[in-house]
């Protein structure tokens, strides 16, 4: 009888024990902690407008090559960008996208290259088609230096900008009478003359005068907000930019004193 009984006691503990290395054998493994680390998104900051930021990049792409050519023709390079910036529309004018003529240069005689019709002074004018941008550059200073007319402006003082808008307008150059204070404002704006030291082996020195001398038009603009603006009246921008109306276009570079 005792034997019987010290069995099965040790039957017992022996399933006992069976039982608690089978519960051990089965643990789970503990998940592992995920951590999600939060970044902010890195935005790009803009604080110009599409239009100044055109006329930046036009600079960065063009200015060596107006550099080039006040080395080998005398012309200031910032005369050379402001013309670009002003006739091409920073190169996103109509005629300039579909020729790469960033100076309006016409046919003429003589002109065996590609054209295309624009119209201008007149209902469907030539223009030149350059297949390199930079043709329409050296186009544009073999205009000016090959012309008895601008003969005068290459005998001013190298890098001169102010006397070179000048005199671009008493040659003929352009029939609108603010087209002087036009090159002269790009040129101040955006420090275009720089480019000018740049080449003379210059020390660049920035003009104190011209934070409020031009205005770009963006949308929304009206003569009237304009003014209120830079403290001046609507007849003050009108005949500053000889404005015959009160209709103003996005882009369009309003001249906010006399030259």
Not at 215 to 235: A, E, F, P, R, W
Request: aromatic share 10%; glycine share 6%; net charge positive.
């Amino acid at each position: 009888m005792k034997l019987k009984y010290i069995l099965i006691v040790v039957l017992t503990i022996g399933l006992f024990g069976s039982c608690k290395s089978k519960k051990t054998a089965v643990k789970k493994t503990p998940k592992k902690e995920v951590v999600v680390v939060k970044t902010k998104k890195q935005t790009a900051k803009t604080t110009n407008s599409p239009i100044t930021n055109r006329t930046i990049n036009y600079i960065e792409i063009y200015k060596n090559t107006a550099m080039e050519s006040m080395r080998k023709y005398k012309i200031p390079a910032s005369i050379t960008l402001a013309q670009g910036i002003l006739e091409s529309s920073s190169g996103n004018s109509e005629l300039t996208r579909k020729s790469n003529n960033h100076f309006g240069i016409k046919c003429h005689k003589g002109w065996k290259g590609k054209r295309v019709y624009h119209d201008d002074d007149k209902k469907d004018d030539c223009f030149r088609v350059y297949k390199d941008p930079a043709n329409s550059f050296k186009d544009h200073s073999l205009f000016l230096t090959g012309r008895t007319r601008y003969a005068k402006l290459f005998r001013l003082k190298e890098g001169d900008y102010i006397k070179w808008a000048k005199g671009l307008s008493a040659a003929g150059y352009a029939t609108d009478r603010r087209y002087p204070a036009k090159l002269i404002a790009l040129i101040e704006k955006y420090d275009l003359h720089k480019y000018d030291t740049q080449v003379l082996g210059k020390k660049f020195k920035k003009d104190k005068k011209v934070a409020l001398d031009s205005h770009i038009v963006i949308k929304g603009d009206t003569l009237y907000s304009i003014s209120k603006k830079y403290g001046l009246t609507v007849d003050d921008l009108k005949n500053y930019n000889g404005l015959t109306s009160n209709e103003i276009n996005i882009g369009q570079i309003l001249i906010l004193s006399k030259y």
